[in-house]
């Protein structure tokens, strides 16, 4: 039985794990002035880190949980992962090797 490349339903795995990811990816990129922050701050605190990036630490992870908390946020990573669910059962090719420059000369 073939997959129907339009099927919105979601298994349990997409929606506790994969979609999740992708809104984890999608955060630190939306959040990469906090996550620079936080980075610089580990860097020139070495060993005290813990102490001396509470600021920093707290500004990231206050962007990171808006967009956690944000239902159309998460909606907006839902529909990212489905279409690229829908290209994959159409293609049988992973988004990955989509993306991929074809080799020119063969």
Same mark, same amino acid.
């Given at each position: 039985?073939?997959? *129907?490349?339009? *099927? @919105?339903? &979601?298994?349990?795995?997409?929606? *506790?794990? &994969?979609?999740?990811?992708?809104?984890?990816?999608?955060?630190?990129?939306?959040?990469?002035? @906090?996550? @620079?922050?936080?980075?610089?701050?580990?860097?020139?605190?070495?060993?005290?880190?813990?102490?001396?990036?509470?600021?920093?630490?707290?500004?990231?992870?206050?962007? &990171?949980?808006?967009?956690?908390? *944000?239902?159309?946020?998460?909606?907006?990573?839902?529909?990212?992962?489905?279409?690229?669910?829908?290209?994959?059962?159409?293609?049988?090719?992973?988004?990955?090797?989509?993306? @991929?420059?074809?080799?020119?000369?063969?």
């Amino acid at each position: 039985m073939a997959l *129907d490349p339009a *099927d @919105q339903h &979601l298994r349990h795995v997409e929606k *506790d794990v &994969l979609i999740p990811k992708i809104m984890r990816e999608k955060a630190k990129e939306r959040c990469s002035e @906090q996550v @620079q922050d936080f980075t610089k701050c580990c860097k020139n605190s070495g060993v005290l880190m813990v102490v001396k990036c509470r600021k920093e630490n707290s500004a990231l992870k206050e962007c &990171l949980t808006a967009y956690y908390n *944000d239902p159309a946020f998460y909606e907006e990573c839902k529909m990212e992962y489905l279409k690229e669910r829908e290209e994959f059962r159409k293609t049988g090719i992973p988004t990955k090797k989509r993306l @991929q420059k074809l080799p020119t000369s063969m």
